[in-house]
Nanobody, 126 residues
Framework: QLQLVESGGGLVQPGGSLRLSCAAS????????IGWFRQAPGKERERVSC????????RYADSVKGRFTISRDNAKNTVYLQMNALKPEDTAVYYC???????????????????WGQGTQVTVSS
């Protein structure tokens, strides 16, 4: 069964850090671009960051540039999102997604993906 499983979410104070993980099972993550998306209550899903299958190309939403870093360890079949200097507006459910087409996942506005994870809650609050 092809699956993406997110972990690492939780409650953190403003200014704190979290590292999210996206682990793949049933397929080789290294063949896929991976994106992190988030959705807050009452808001549309937002693309946060993306990384190409090789890891050489990354993209970030303007709202997280300089604070979040995406990385991948293909040997561990896992992609990470390091989130620093967290703000209350970062509160959302965070999802990872996989697609063999970088453009469809990371550039287009369709947010298309072959596979989605179930999401992990991130809450930034004092």
């Amino acid at each position: 069964q092809l699956q993406l499983v997110e972990s690492g979410g939780g409650l953190v104070q403003p200014g704190g850090s979290l590292r999210l993980s996206c682990a793949a099972s049933g397929f080789t993550l290294g063949n896929y671009a991976i994106g992190w998306f988030r959705q807050a209550p009452g808001k549309e899903r937002e693309r946060v960051s993306c990384v190409s299958s090789s890891g050489w190309t990354t993209r970030y939403a303007d709202s997280v540039k300089g604070r979040f870093t995406i990385s991948r360890d293909n040997a561990k079949n896992t992609v990470y999102l390091q989130m620093n200097a967290l703000k209350p507006e970062d509160t959302a459910v965070y999802y990872c997604a996989a697609d063999q087409q970088f453009f469809r996942l990371c550039v287009s506005n369709s947010f298309g993906a072959e596979l989605w994870g179930q999401g992990t809650q991130v809450t930034v609050s004092s």
